[in-house]
């Protein structure tokens, strides 16, 4: 069957704008627990930035995960809800973080003890990198040889400069991508499941039921 091509740019360009929209809406809502607790233990621009960056990043990296996924065969019906419920089971979580986070109550802090070691194990992770000689090269390229001013340059300088903040939300988020897909593939299972009973009752294949 021809398609047409114009229709086809459309629907494409319609599911990015969605997909940028839905990704956008989840990665920041989601980022928002660490995001105010980093800010909070240093107020620096470029620490900020670091930030805002490294959430971008992953705002364009699902987006591009939906727009060659979503629209393909390569993406099962089952799969499309297991993410989506993922998705929001992860940013209710965060919701529900951010009073614990702000207020102080410790039965929702609890909340944020998943993003709290997810930061911990990147910010160890970028110190971790930075000690790599070739790490260091770049450093005296970019700040110079002086060790003093290497430690306050904007760029490259410490845990709190733009690119060790960038590589730490980065790596951060990673795990906690890690985290989500995990939820996914649990809901996956569960709806697996389900369409397959629901299939030995009527008879249908369970591919049926699943979209």
């Given amino acids: 069957m021809e398609t047409n091509p114009e229709r086809s740019g459309a629907c494409c360009q319609w599911l990015n704008r969605a ?4 990704w956008t809406f989840h990665v920041c809502v989601s980022a928002a627990p660490s ?4 800010y909070g233990l240093s107020r620096k621009p470029e620490r900020l930035w670091g930030m805002v960056l490294g959430v971008a990043f992953f705002i364009a990296l699902y987006t591009l995960f ?4 979503y629209p393909s065969e390569k993406s099962s019906a089952l799969w499309r809800r297991a993410m989506r419920l993922a998705t929001w089971i992860r940013t ?3 919701i529900l973080a951010l009073p614990g986070l702000m207020l102080g109550n410790k039965a929702l802090k609890v909340m944020f003890s998943v993003d709290l070691i997810a930061g911990m ?5 970028t110190y971790f990198i930075g000690k790599f000689p070739p ?19 904007v760029l490259v300088g410490d845990m709190d400069s733009l690119l060790p903040t960038f590589l730490t939300t980065v790596i951060e988020g990673f795990i906690l991508s890690g985290l989500l897909f995990c939820i996914a593939f649990v ?6 499941f ?3 009973r629901a299939a030995k009752s009527s008879g249908l294949p369970a591919s049926v039921l699943g979209t």
């Fill in 19 to 22: 997909a940028l929209r839905y």
């Fill in 35 to 38: 995001f105010l607790f980093a």
């Fill in 66 to 69: 939906s727009h060659w996924t």
């Fill in 194 to 196: 389900r369409a397959r």
């Fill in 121 to 125: 194990i990147a910010t160890s992770l």
């Fill in 135 to 153: 790490v260091g090269w770049v450093r005296i390229m970019i700040a110079g040889p002086d060790a003093n001013q290497r430690r306050h340059h």
């Fill in 187 to 192: 809901c996956l299972w569960a709806f697996a």
């Fill in 92 to 94: 209710v979580w965060a």
